[in-house]
């Protein structure tokens, strides 16, 4: 029953190492969204996509970052040669639809700690 | 750009005291707003939304109305729940193009018994 699950809850990487984050949304959602949320911030949005189709990826920050959604249902989220600025909890969402009214169903989130 | 500024926490209550966390906007178009809770070890669920102005969003007792003309969504409860204990996250969702989020800082709110 599920909700949108993300793996590794956890990850802590040393500086230089790539990281790769996993987001399962519920069965169906069109719209995917990666969030970054600093400690003690509201989250900020990545990228987002519909269906396979990334539509828009305006708010990663850097060319080390890499998303992708092959066949419009798990997505990863790629981070290459990871800095310490890069620690944060990473949000998966997905919505049922494509629209400024749909619900953004939230996962838990993966805690990335770069050391 | 877009953005949603909402009143620094900590904010700290007794139980059934009435609850105000101020939420205003900046957007281009008509934006949806939406309040989000994060409870402890919890991912973010959506509270409640409002599409258009002068809509009401409500649940678990909770009200925030969209208010164009002083683009404010302020987040109202009359008799809060040591339950209701959280973060709570202002956010508006965009008229035209990709349907993102744009989040507030957050409120953590704490009820003592």
């Known amino acids: 029953g599920a909700g949108v699950s993300q793996s590794p809850r956890y990850k802590v990487a040393k500086r230089g190492q790539d990281v790769a984050l996993r987001c399962d949304p519920i069965?169906?959602?069109?719209?995917l969204f990666w969030y970054q949320q600093a400690l003690g911030q509201g989250p900020e949005f990545l990228t987002y996509?519909?269906?396979?189709?990334?539509?828009?990826k305006s708010g990663l920050p850097s060319d080390r970052f890499f998303a992708e959604r092959p066949e419009g249902s798990v997505s990863t989220l790629k981070i290459q040669r990871t800095q310490q600025e890069d620690s944060a909890v990473y949000l998966c969402?997905?919505?049922?639809?494509?629209?400024?009214?749909?619900?953004?169903?939230f996962g838990q989130g993966t805690r990335l700690t770069v050391v | 750009g877009d953005s949603v500024t909402q009143m620094e926490g900590p904010v700290t209550l007794s139980e059934e005291a009435f609850l105000t966390i101020n939420c205003t906007y900046t957007?281009?178009?008509?934006?949806?707003l939406f309040w989000y809770v994060q409870y402890p070890g919890e991912g973010l669920q959506l509270l409640l939304k409002a599409t258009k102005a002068d809509d009401k969003g409500s649940n678990k007792g909770f009200e925030a109305t969209y208010r164009k003309e002083t683009t404010s969504f302020h987040l109202e409860k009359g008799s809060v729940q040591v339950s209701d204990s959280a973060v709570y996250f202002c956010a508006l969702s965009r008229s035209q193009g990709a349907q993102k989020l744009v989040f507030g800082q957050g409120t953590r709110l704490t009820i003592n018994p």
């Open positions: 069965s169906g959602h069109v719209s």
């Open positions: 996509f519909q269906n396979e189709a990334q539509l828009d």
């Open positions: 957007a281009t178009g008509y934006p949806s």
């Open positions: 969402a997905s919505s049922p639809f494509s629209g400024q009214e749909a619900e953004a169903f």
